[in-house]
C-alpha cells in the first residue's frame, strides 16, 4: 500500500499570501496525484488531478506540480474561502487508493 | 448538474447490517465506475470501495473485505454498499464519488455529500 504523507498538518497565512502544501507518497505514484479541498460540514471538491490539471471552473491561482514522490499545491494569493482541510490522493497503484492525512489551512 | 445523493445511514448496533445507496442524476450513469470513501467526523479520508461501470470489477478496502459489499443498479442509476459485521470502526460519514472513467480507477468527481453511519450499542 502507498503511504501519502502531507506536510505540515497545520498551516497559518495570511490572506493575499501564498500557501504551499506537500504531499509525499512512500513511493513513485508517477503523476497520478489529486488534490481535494474539504471546507467544514462540505463534502471534499476535486482541485487538481494528474498532478497538475485544475478541475473545470478552478481558479488559477491553484497550482499543482511534482511527479514520482513529490507533489505540491499552491495557492497565490489567498483568498477567505481557500481556508479549509486539502487532501492528496493517489491513483497509480490501487487498490487501494489512498489519501495523504490532511493539511488545515487556517488564517494566521 | 451531476449530483450525487447518499441514503440509508443510521444508527445499528456492534455486529448489525445497514445498505446504504447512492442516487446520481445529470449524466450517464452506467458510463462511470462509482466509489464508496469514508471519514470519521474530524479525521481524514479513507476509501472503501469501488465498482465498474459495468459491475464487473469490484474491490473493497482490507478493512472492510468480507464484510462489506458493493453492488449498482444501471437501470436506477443508483450504487449499493451493504454493510455486514459493522463494528465501531465502522463509524464514520459515508461518501459515493464518482470515478472519471468506466472502469480505471482515478480521481473522485463529484462526491455526494454523504451518509452518517453510526455503530453504538
Known amino acids: 500500500e502507498i503511504v501519502m504523507t502531507q506536510s505540515p498538518a497545520i498551516l497559518s497565512v495570511s490572506p493575499g499570501e501564498r500557501a504551499t502544501l506537500s504531499c509525499r507518497a512512500s513511493q513513485s505514484v508517477s503523476t497520478n496525484v489529486a488534490w481535494y479541498q474539504q471546507r467544514p460540514g462540505q463534502a471534499p471538491r476535486l482541485l487538481i488531478y494528474g498532478a497538475s490539471t485544475r478541475s473545470t471552473g478552478l481558479p488559477a491561482r491553484f497550482s499543482g506540480r511534482g511527479s514520482g514522490t513529490e507533489f505540491t499545491l499552491t495557492i497565490s494569493s489567498l483568498q477567505s474561502e481557500d481556508f479549509a482541510v486539502y487532501y492528496c490522493q493517489q491513483y497509480n497503484n490501487w487498490p487501494p487508493f489512498t489519501f495523504g492525512q490532511g493539511t488545515k489551512l487556517e488564517i494566521k | 448538474e451531476v449530483q450525487l445523493v447518499e441514503s440509508g445511514g443510521g444508527l445499528v448496533q456492534p455486529g448489525g447490517s445497514l445498505k446504504l445507496s447512492c442516487a446520481a442524476s445529470?449524466?450517464?450513469?452506467?458510463?462511470?465506475?462509482m466509489n464508496w470513501v469514508r471519514q470519521v467526523p474530524g479525521m481524514g479520508l479513507e476509501w472503501v470501495s469501488f465498482?465498474?461501470?459495468?459491475?464487473?470489477?469490484?474491490y473493497l478496502a482490507d478493512s472492510v473485505k468480507g464484510r462489506f459489499t458493493i453492488s449498482r443498479d444501471n437501470s436506477k442509476d443508483t450504487v449499493y454498499l451493504q454493510m455486514s459485521n459493522l463494528t465501531a470502526e465502522d463509524t464514520a460519514l459515508y461518501y459515493c464519488a464518482r470515478d472519471p472513467w468506466a472502469a480505471a480507477g482515478n480521481w473522485f468527481d463529484p462526491w455526494g455529500q454523504g451518509t452518517l453511519v453510526t455503530v453504538s450499542a
Open positions: 465498482i465498474s461501470a459495468n459491475g464487473d470489477r469490484r
Open positions: 445529470g449524466f450517464i450513469f452506467n458510463n462511470f465506475a
